[in-house]
């Protein structure tokens, strides 16, 4: 395993990995934990990493406008991001502000034109996630598999989605390299990174 020497070379491989991962279904940093401050507790939950965009350090999810997340999000756009890659043995937290996208932007709009219909139809469960029902299959709503109304549930599902971007302002980087356990600490300030050498 390549040892990542100096600490321009880390920062570069974090955001080459996010920005691969997206595209990559076995990639690990493509599945992060990212948490909110929940009324005075923190919640944790797994998302989907869907955009990186390197140059103005911003990550992209996909969720329901319904979700616990964005209610938080609402009150506090404190977001905290947890990676985890096992085969290089790599953890990297990262503090972020996140921001909210309405169906009407443009950034909605592209985002909703990319989904697949397997995505879709997440966002038409019929109540909150989270909310208690007596089957498991009670959550859809009949239409959804009945081939002759399915197109058209599926695109009432819209209203649902919501884009949420996260703007990176600190990167935490450990790695438990064969050669020792190295770590490394990024925060960006006035326009610029500045980084050190940490205890693990
Ligand atoms: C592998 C995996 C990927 C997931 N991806 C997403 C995602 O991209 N967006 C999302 O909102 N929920 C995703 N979930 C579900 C969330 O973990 C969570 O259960 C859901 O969003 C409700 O969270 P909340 O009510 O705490 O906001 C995923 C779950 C798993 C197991």
């Known amino acids: 395993m390549k040892l990542l020497e100096t600490l321009e ?29 929940s009324g005075d507790e923190p919640l944790q939950r797994t998302v989907v990493l869907r955009n990186t965009y390197v140059s103005n350090r911003t990550l992209l999810i996909h969720t329901d406008k319904r979700s616990r ?28 502000t996140a921001t909210i996208h309405e169906p009407g932007s443009e950034l909605h709009e592209n985002e909703w034109n990319a989904t697949d219909d397997s995505e879709r139809r997440m966002y038409s469960v019929k ?49 438990l390299h064969p050669e020792g356990e190295f770590r490394a600490i990024f925060e960006w300030k006035e326009g610029a990174w500045t980084e050190t050498w940490a205890c693990p």
């Open 9 to 37: 070379e880390i920062r570069e491989d974090i955001w080459i990995n996010l920005l691969e991962s997206v595209d990559q279904q076995g990639n690990a940093f493509r599945y992060p934990v990212i948490a909110t401050l």
């Open 69 to 96: 997340k964005i209610d938080d999000l609402s009150n506090n756009p404190a977001l905290s991001w947890l990676f985890y890659d096992p085969r290089r043995r790599i953890q990297l937290h990262m503090k972020s």
């Open 127 to 175: 109540h909150p996630p989270g909310t208690a029902v007596d089957k498991p299959t009670d959550v859809w709503p009949g239409q959804i598999w009945n081939p002759a109304t399915r197109n058209k549930q599926i695109a009432l599902s819209k209203p649902h989605f919501r884009v949420v971007t996260a703007e990176i302002y600190h990167m935490d980087w450990l790695q």
